[in-house]
């Protein structure tokens, strides 16, 4: 455990952007923490219920092959969430680093496409885990990269309705409320093979990430040392993105910085001389930590979201 000195030294202020300041290899590993500062939830802990479902057992293949109504139900409401959100300063923040730093990259575990929005340069941002925008065929290889529809057809209009009565749940998240079944032929199917069914375009549980981007995030760790890798709104505990930043960590020259709501004992144990911890909300800390470099967030025009 950190002693009470050692404690306000890895939570310095000042002592991290003399750090920063002689940074030009950046990695920053982002989860759902990031994106609750925008209202979203993180559908992790005592907020990991949807209509009574774990969240994270939606999230499968074999939840989609038993019910794929339910599942694109709880997709498409989380479609229609992120497209009502906004992102918030850190996403500016980060993108913004990205521009002044060319030797920054962000590895984002996030599908809610508000790093995109934030105009966040795509050459140095990889979405490890997809994009609620994307659809893919569930056995083809049609994909189309970029579909906003909400509702994406009328037997998923639910999740697109707002609610008549804030006072009350919204009737599709209230499981008291008895959901109309969705039959597979009122889903999206495949244009191309014309029989299957559309899926999300995200990485479930049991799924492999994509290779190449794999490929490409190592040979980017291997290319150079790596002066700080920020991990912001994530207790890295899925991986592969959980071991990025030991992975890319150079004994004596890289700064692991955590950034999140709360920052467990255990992980304060594991801070190492010159890494850094900031307890606190990512949309008002990551500004602030990045000013020496990015100056003053502004309220930049985001990606125009025509639905």
Request: aromatic residues 6%; hydrophobic residues 40%.
């Amino acid at each position: 455990m950190a002693s009470s000195a050692s404690r306000a030294a890895l939570s310095s202020i000042p002592l991290f952007h003399e750090k920063l300041l002689k940074s030009n290899r950046i990695l920053a590993v982002c989860g759902a923490g990031l994106s609750a500062a925008s209202g979203l939830p993180t559908f992790r802990g005592a907020g990991g219920l949807w209509r009574n479902h774990n969240a994270v057992d939606l999230a499968t293949p074999e939840a989609f092959d038993a019910d794929p109504g339910l599942v694109w139900l709880f997709y498409a409401y989380r479609r229609h969430m992120a497209l009502t959100a906004k992102p918030n300063p850190a996403h500016y923040a980060l993108a913004e680093l990205a521009r002044k730093r060319p030797g920054f990259k962000c590895l984002s575990q996030n599908v809610d496409n508000l790093h995109v929005r934030a105009n966040h340069p795509s050459d140095q941002l990889s979405l490890l885990h997809g994009s609620l925008f994307t659809l893919k065929c569930t056995t083809c290889s049609w994909k189309d990269p970029y579909n906003i529809a909400d509702p994406l057809c009328p037997a998923l209009a639910p999740a697109a309705e707002s609610n008549p009565d804030p006072t009350k749940p919204l009737p599709l998240l209230d499981p008291a409320q008895p959901l109309a079944e969705i039959r597979e032929s009122e889903l999206p199917h495949c244009p191309d093979c014309k029989t299957e069914l559309q899926r999300p375009g995200v990485v479930w549980f049991g799924e492999m990430l994509d290779e190449d981007m794999l490929d490409d995030i190592e040979e980017w760790i291997e290319k150079e040392p790596v002066d700080m890798v920020l991990v912001v709104g994530t207790s890295s505990a899925v991986y592969p993105a959980a071991g990025y930043a030991e992975r890319a960590r150079t004994k004596g020259r890289t700064s692991v910085v955590t950034v999140n709501l709360e920052i467990t004992e255990e992980d304060w144990g594991r801070m190492r001389k010159g890494d850094f911890g900031f307890e606190g909300d990512a949309s008002l800390l990551v500004p602030e930590l990045l000013r020496p470099v990015i100056g003053e967030v502004k309220g930049e025009e985001e990606e125009e979201v025509k639905v």
